[in-house]
């Protein structure tokens, strides 16, 4: 990394970690928060997306740290891969808990609510939602002990999609803990996908065409294109052009500029220091401050080339409010849970 570069890195650290980082302490409670040690952790889990356990890997080596125990509900195991790091079980082979957290209030969380009603719950944004109060909220509402999501920003999104005006604690993204640093290669873009076909795991977010029609149009005009996959999208779909081996965040860390279709990586991409570009499509909706970590929006995969040549980051506050706090996130987030499994103030 040249100088240049190594200052802008240390200079957006400064940012986050300054910054975002004394909104995450306020948010928790500062050092009153020290996680509390009566016996280790023990939490159910139920996403909205019922298989998908990339959303709380990021989780198990603070879990393991402390000696918590993670377990995904999950439906069955038909979509689960052999050797897949995390704890899965179906409701009824869920093992003794002390807390019940849900990432939404989608179809599976709903039922799995129901089914541990005994539990305390949180609710805990580890992916992006809508603002839109969801159909089920209030069967949630009552339940929940405490509230979290990993930036300001999110926290607006996500008490919305709730239906409620509760506090939310900003603990940052587990995601974030370890940044890479970044190390741009001359022309290159990452190209971030979402998922072009829904399957019994989750939904799909429109804009697959032009994400398509975009990545060549780069390429023919002399970029070199990188895939970030998201874990459930169609491989195939990609395969005429380098798929990234690592994460997605991690392979941002290449990239002159990433395009994509927003989500919930794209504000952990711009903290990484690579600008990103939206492909909007008409159909899709997402949360405000996704949008506002892009450089620019296309609807047009004419634009893909002028839009990626002027990308920039977006201003601090910008990048704080989106981003949240950095370093220390899945500390902070299995702190808070263990005390609201322990009845203390959430």
Not at 29 to 44: D, F, I, T
Not at 220 to 234: K, T
Request: hydrophobic share 45%; net charge neutral.
């Amino acid at each position: 990394m040249d100088k240049g570069s190594q200052a802008g890195a240390l200079s957006r650290r400064a940012v986050l970690g300054g910054v975002a980082g004394a909104a995450g302490v306020v948010a928790v409670g500062g050092s009153a928060w020290a996680s509390p040690r009566p016996r280790p952790l023990r939490v159910l889990i139920a996403t909205n997306e019922p298989w998908g356990t990339y959303h709380v890997q990021p989780l198990l080596a603070e879990a393991a740290r402390r000696g918590a125990r993670l377990t995904q509900l999950v439906p069955d195991l038909s979509q689960i891969a052999p050797g897949d790091p995390v704890p899965v079980a179906t409701p009824a082979d869920a093992p003794l808990a002390d807390l019940l957290v849900v990432t939404g209030a989608g179809d599976w969380p709903l039922e799995c609510a129901a089914r541990f009603r005994r539990l305390p719950a949180v609710a805990s944004s580890l992916a992006y939602l809508g603002p839109e109060e969801a159909a089920g909220a209030r069967r949630l509402r009552g339940r929940l002990r405490v509230i979290t999501s990993s930036s300001r920003a999110e926290g607006r999104a996500f008490v919305g999609y709730l239906g409620t005006r509760r506090p939310v604690r900003v603990v940052g993204s587990p995601q974030t803990d370890v940044l890479p640093v970044r190390t741009p290669e001359p022309g290159l873009v990452l190209v971030v996908t979402s998922v072009t076909h829904p399957d019994g795991t989750g939904g799909a977010a429109p804009g697959a065409e032009l994400l398509l029609a975009s990545a060549e149009r780069l390429r023919a005009a002399g970029r070199s294109i990188l895939v970030g996959l998201h874990p459930r999208e169609d491989r195939s779909l990609w395969e005429q052009y380098e798929i990234s081996t690592v994460p997605t965040l991690q392979a941002s860390a290449r990239a002159e500029a990433a395009v994509g279709i927003p989500g919930t990586v794209f504000p952990m991409i711009t903290a990484v220091g690579t600008p990103v570009v939206g492909c909007v499509d008409p159909a899709l909706t997402v949360p405000d401050y996704l949008l506002s970590v892009c450089s620019s929006t296309i609807d047009d995969a004419a634009d893909a080339v002028p839009a990626i040549e002027t990308a920039h980051l977006p201003d601090a506050t910008t990048l704080a409010d989106a981003v949240g706090p950095i370093g220390g996130s899945a500390r902070r987030l299995l702190d808070v849970w263990a005390h609201a499994a322990h009845g203390q103030p959430g």
